[in-house]
């Protein structure tokens, strides 16, 4: 990769890239609330886990562990309306990333390494997080959970037995969140697939209305795929699949001659769709259906990724903010430097330069706006009982505003890992002053990052207005 002075058209890009970060386009649009669909569900599932191993690790008086079996309880999250395959494959994956990574910080502690080795040590671990999710293509709340997990065993950890004591809870509260995701399967095994196709139709339904044709055919793709993974009935397979089959004949029709009349027909089945049923017959018998496509391998095609460029170079950028915003927050005297590398980080998740501006305003806000709620909580003197409550409502909160806006999700967000760090340690209000320093250094830092080592072909920042 040429390097900025060797490449001046790349410095032009990277100063048009951080001109950007202080338009007030982008500031407007941070403030921007998008639609989402079909949340609560997931959003009460990851509320049901958190609280499950909250009150049993508060029943067995284990509450300063308790903070460490939520963390692993919280794999739940990073799996919404999939089927069931794919959802046992990504909340057990990110399962065992989280006990790893709570036995990673431990050892770690144990180390007796200075605080700018441990920074250096967990930046590579962020890159380390960050590539698994994006190759294993696993959503939900990133990389950003597992580095938080071994931040706390970071400071938790003093003895190999207390390692081993929160490597444990971890352990148990993971296998509470696959627990926990797998549970809506027992009753609606076809409501994934039924989803990701009332979308597909959706998508489908806005293209006359100047919708994009690509995404709607992208919408359609997902959702033979879903399908595809979905065990079942073969009248039931049949079922879905004439329907997109139909959806793709309708498109057809409609970019050749504009007849909207066969596409209303199938976007008028978007609401059966919708509703909670095991399943109901949409088109029928005598409807050809399109063959579902032969589903990858989680584990083939995640491991083949991880040997992608692409993977490298957002693992690389991911290590350098890390370690650049921790060791400038230790060089400043902040409270937690570790703090600062998640910021970072969880400012890198963007998958454009537009969007990690967007996202780093949202955090810093969210942050501020959090850090306000948790200290009046924190002031309050919380007993166990009190706090497993908020957090399991601060969560839900969390689950139902991440589509919608990322701010919103860091106001609930905020205030609940600092509710969390203190289940195991004291803490007082004054804490998040500090969570709010060492975000404001971490944002800024992986914006700057973001923006000398933006791609030149990353141009969407250069079309939005000043």
């Known amino acids: 990769m040429p390097t900025l002075a060797a490449d001046p058209s790349r410095l032009s890009h990277a100063r048009g890239a951080l001109a950007h970060s202080v338009s007030a386009a982008v500031w407007r649009r941070s403030f921007r609330v998008r639609s989402a669909d079909a949340t609560l569900a997931v959003s009460l599932r990851v509320g049901l886990a958190a609280t499950v191993v909250l009150v049993a690790f508060g029943l067995a008086g284990h509450a300063s562990?308790?903070?460490?079996?939520?963390?692993?309880?919280?794999?739940?999250?990073?799996?919404?309306?999939?089927?069931?395959?794919?959802?046992?494959?990504?909340?057990?994956?990110?399962?065992?990333?989280?006990?790893?990574?709570?036995?990673?910080?431990?050892?770690?502690?144990?180390?007796?390494?200075?605080?700018?080795?441990?920074?250096?040590?967990?930046?590579?671990?962020?890159?380390?997080?960050?590539?698994?999710?994006?190759?294993?293509?696993?959503?939900?709340?990133?990389?950003?959970?597992?580095?938080?997990?071994?931040?706390?065993?970071?400071g938790f950890t003093g003895t190999g037995t207390q390692l081993g004591v929160a490597v444990g809870a971890a352990a148990l509260g993971a296998a509470v969140g696959l627990g926990v995701a797998l549970m809506p399967f027992a009753v609606l095994p076809w409501?994934?697939?039924?989803?990701?196709?009332?979308?597909?139709?959706?998508?489908?339904?806005?293209?006359?209305?100047?919708?994009?044709?690509?995404?709607?055919?992208?919408?359609?793709?997902?959702?033979?795929?879903?399908?595809?993974?979905?065990?079942?009935?073969?009248?039931?397979?049949?079922?879905?699949?004439?329907?997109?089959?139909?959806?793709?004949?309708?498109?057809?029709r409609w970019l050749h001659d504009g007849d909207t009349s066969r596409l209303?027909?199938?976007?008028?089945?978007?609401?059966?769709?919708?509703?909670?049923?095991?399943?109901?017959?949409?088109?029928?018998?005598?409807?050809?259906?399109?063959?579902?496509?032969?589903?990858?391998?989680?584990?083939?095609?995640?491991?083949?990724?991880?040997?992608?460029?692409?993977?490298?170079?957002?693992?690389?950028?991911?290590?350098?903010?890390?370690?650049?915003?921790?060791?400038?927050?230790?060089g400043i005297g902040l409270d937690h430097p570790l703090w600062a590398s998640m910021g970072a980080m969880a400012a890198m998740q963007g998958i454009s330069y537009t969007h990690t501006v967007e996202r780093g305003i949202q955090r810093l806000l969210g942050n501020v706006a959090g850090a306000v709620v948790a200290a009046a909580l924190i002031a309050l003197s919380l007993g166990f009982w009190q706090t497993a409550i908020v957090i399991a409502v601060l969560q839900i909160g969390?689950?139902?505003?991440?589509?919608?806006?990322?701010?919103?999700?860091?106001?609930f967000v905020t205030p609940m890992a600092l509710l969390i760090v203190g289940l195991g340690s004291t803490v007082g209000p004054e804490i998040g002053v500090s969570r709010v320093l060492d975000t404001a250094v971490g944002v800024v830092i992986g914006i700057l990052v973001a923006a000398v080592t933006v791609s030149v072909t990353d141009r969407a920042h250069l079309t939005l207005p000043a």
């Open 191 to 252: 409501g994934p697939a039924r989803l990701a196709t009332a979308r597909a139709l959706s998508a489908l339904g806005r293209v006359p209305r100047g919708g994009d044709v690509a995404e709607a055919r992208a919408a359609i793709v997902t959702a033979r795929e879903n399908l595809a993974l979905t065990a079942g009935s073969a009248a039931r397979d049949h079922d879905l699949a004439a329907l997109l089959a139909e959806a793709d004949v309708a498109l057809d």
């Open 65 to 154: 562990i308790a903070g460490f079996a939520l963390l692993g309880a919280l794999s739940t999250a990073f799996s919404r309306h999939e089927p069931l395959r794919r959802t046992a494959q990504k909340v057990g994956f990110v399962g065992v990333a989280v006990v790893a990574s709570v036995l990673a910080g431990g050892l770690i502690a144990l180390s007796g390494i200075p605080m700018w080795a441990q920074i250096g040590v967990m930046a590579l671990g962020s890159g380390v997080a960050a590539a698994l999710l994006h190759a294993f293509r696993v959503g939900g709340p990133g990389p950003v959970i597992l580095v938080f997990a071994a931040t706390a065993a970071v």
């Open 398 to 411: 969390a689950e139902v505003t991440a589509a919608r806006n990322y701010g919103l999700c860091t106001l």
């Open 264 to 330: 209303d027909a199938v976007v008028g089945h978007e609401s059966e769709l919708r509703k909670t049923k095991r399943h109901s017959p949409i088109l029928g018998p005598g409807i050809e259906a399109a063959a579902l496509p032969r589903p990858a391998s989680f584990l083939a095609s995640g491991v083949a990724a991880l040997g992608a460029r692409a993977v490298a170079i957002y693992a690389g950028r991911v290590v350098l903010a890390a370690a650049v915003a921790g060791w400038l927050a230790a």
